[in-house]
């Protein structure tokens, strides 16, 4: 199966995975969640909003947005989260850690230059204009204070957020309420 000449950017497509409780796994290429359904190991939940579909030889198939698993699968772990930009800006909420603005940037609460980390604990989404401000300076220098503690997120769908550019709207109501 391959994608329609009239469904473009189907290639970069990702698909949620469901375990068989509805707890989510993983976001999958589109080729792989394709390939789960017509081994019958998944079956879709949601299909593309847009109604996009797949066609072959003797099968037409609609793209999935959402599948899940026929099967349950035991996760024996959840590694930590990596710590990237678009993680640590949904983390804060795109809100500057010093000022509530807009966030633009990533801060070091503790500058690298002194000896600070780059963990979850010690970087926060910041505003250009406080982190210009800030600089190499520690907060105590310039009596700031953050407006929440930084610290490495949990939940199952932080793994899936660190890795997806631009998850699907539909995918909300599977990967639960944001927990920081």
């Known amino acids: 199966m391959g994608p329609t000449p009239t469904s473009p950017g189907l290639g970069k497509r990702r698909v949620l995975l ?3 409780t509805f707890e989510p796994l993983t976001a999958l290429p589109l080729r792989r969640a394709i390939v789960l359904l017509v081994c019958g190991k998944a079956e879709v939940v949601h299909e593309d909003p ?3 579909l797949l066609h072959s030889a003797t099968a037409t198939l609609e793209v999935p947005s959402v599948i899940r698993l026929s099967r349950y699968v035991r996760v024996p772990y959840r590694a930590r989260v990596p710590l990237t930009r678009a993680g ?3 983390r804060d909420r795109f809100r500057c850690a010093y000022c509530g603005g807009r966030a633009e940037t990533i801060d070091h609460v503790v500058p690298r230059s002194r000896g600070g ?3 979850w604990e010690n970087c926060v989404a910041c505003c250009a204009k406080c982190n210009h401000r800030k600089a190499d300076k520690m907060l105590s220098e310039l009596g700031w204070r953050l407006r929440t503690v930084p610290r490495e997120p949990h939940g199952p769908h932080w793994r ?5 550019k631009e998850a699907d709207p539909l995918w909300q109501r599977y990967l639960g309420a944001p927990a920081a």
């Open 88 to 90: 640590l800006m949904h």
């Open 18 to 20: 469901l375990n068989a």
């Open 117 to 119: 980390a780059h963990s």
């Open 160 to 164: 899936l957020l660190a890795h997806a």
């Open 50 to 52: 847009a109604g996009a």
